[in-house]
Nanobody, 126 residues
Framework: QLQLVESGGGLVQPGGSLRLSCAAS????????IGWFRQAPGKEREAVSC????????NYADSVKGRFTISRDNAKNTVYLQMNSLKPEDTAVYYC???????????????????WGQGTQVSVSS
């Protein structure tokens, strides 16, 4: 069964940090570009960050630039999203998605992605 599984979400105070993981099973991620997305209640899903299949190219939404870092460990078949200086407005369900294109950006269309995870909740509150 081909699937992506996110983990690492939780409740954190403003200014805190979390690291999300996106692990693949049933296929290897090294041929896929990966995107992290989030969706807050009542809002549209937005792309947060993307990384190319090689890991050499990354990009970020302006809202998270300088605070979030995307990385990948193809040997572990996992992509990470390190989130620092979290704000209440970062509260959302975070999803990862895999595209069989080598490079995607935060403006790439959703239909470029072949696999989606189920999401992990991130809540930032005092």
């Amino acid at each position: 069964q081909l699937q992506l599984v996110e983990s690492g979400g939780g409740l954190v105070q403003p200014g805190g940090s979390l690291r999300l993981s996106c692990a693949a099973s049933g296929f290897t991620l090294d041929a896929y570009a990966i995107g992290w997305f989030r969706q807050a209640p009542g809002k549209e899903r937005e792309a947060v960050s993307c990384i190319s299949s090689s890991g050499r190219s990354t990009n970020y939404a302006d809202s998270v630039k300088g605070r979030f870092t995307i990385s990948r460990d193809n040997a572990k078949n996992t992509v990470y999203l390190q989130m620092n200086s979290l704000k209440p407005e970062d509260t959302a369900v975070y999803y990862c998605a895999a595209s069989n294109r080598r490079v995607v950006t935060t403006t790439s269309p959703s239909f470029w992605y072949n696999y989606w995870g189920q999401g992990t909740q991130v809540s930032v509150s005092s």
